[in-house]
């Protein structure tokens, strides 16, 4: 089967630096993206990567490694407005996007 | 640019019911989709079109059917409503053309069943 694995819940203080780890098995690959969500709001887009390797946008960058079916987002100086769930979905071989369950990440001052 | 609509934002509706969450985007992409998404779960694909005319069954579609006459609306019925249909529902839309077609998403319907 398909599955997309992220930790439940992190915590972490505001200013800091947090990583959020994803790993994933499905059929097929065609690129992983980042969707930040605000409770009681809609995903919205945060970061695409389809090549193994790096890509910054801002405070937050995203990596992926194909060979070992990992990614993570990196947010860099977080803020209190960071306060959100970060979903990791990967576009299989029918170009239909599995979702994993989220990672809540809690800001504290 | 308004981008993506749903109606209602919210219902409660009695099991055996019929419901029809409503879906508009203006931003003349071909392809939409409806997801529910459930405490703990990640977000799953219910139904999807890839163009105007034609739709797609996606990983949970049973007791849900969705129409797409044309490229702005992609409703999504509920023929017959049971308890296990609450849940918040997201309609999204995406452009095919666009290199990584990232997909944005409504407001969202957040709909209970009793």
């Known amino acids: 089967g398909q599955n997309i694995d992220q930790p439940t819940e992190m915590t972490a203080t505001e200013g800091a630096i947090v990583q959020i780890n994803c790993t994933y098995q499905?059929?097929?690959?065609?690129?992983l993206f980042w969707y930040q969500q605000h409770a009681g709001e809609a995903p919205t887009f945060l970061s695409y990567?389809?090549l193994d390797g790096l890509e910054e946008k801002g405070r937050f960058s995203s990596f992926l490694s194909r060979s070992k079916g990992y990614s993570y987002l990196l947010l860099k100086e977080l803020q209190m407005k960071d306060s959100a769930s970060y979903l990791c979905?990967?576009?299989?071989?029918?170009?239909?996007?599995?979702w994993g369950a989220g990672t809540k990440l809690i800001i504290k001052p | 640019i308004a981008g993506i609509t749903q109606a209602p934002t919210s219902q409660i509706l009695a099991a055996g019911r019929r419901m029809t969450l409503r879906c508009t985007q203006d931003?003349?992409?071909?392809?939409m989709y409806w997801y529910r998404q459930d405490l703990g779960l990640g977000l799953r694909l219910i139904h999807y079109?890839?163009?105007?005319?034609?739709?797609g069954k996606g990983e949970v579609p049973d007791g849900y059917s969705v129409s797409r006459a044309n490229t702005d609306d992609f409703p999504l019925t509920l023929a017959s409503a049971v308890p296990s249909q609450t849940s918040v529902y997201f309609c999204?839309?995406?452009?095919?053309?666009?290199?990584?077609?990232?997909?944005?998403f409504g407001p969202g319907t957040r709909l209970t069943v009793l």
């Open positions: 079109s890839n163009t105007a005319g034609t739709t």
């Open positions: 979905a990967v576009r299989d071989s029918n170009y239909q996007l599995i």
């Open positions: 499905t059929s097929g690959f065609n690129g």
């Open positions: 990567n389809v």
């Open positions: 931003m003349r992409h071909n392809a």
């Open positions: 999204a839309s995406s452009d095919s053309q666009v290199p990584h077609n990232e997909q944005f």
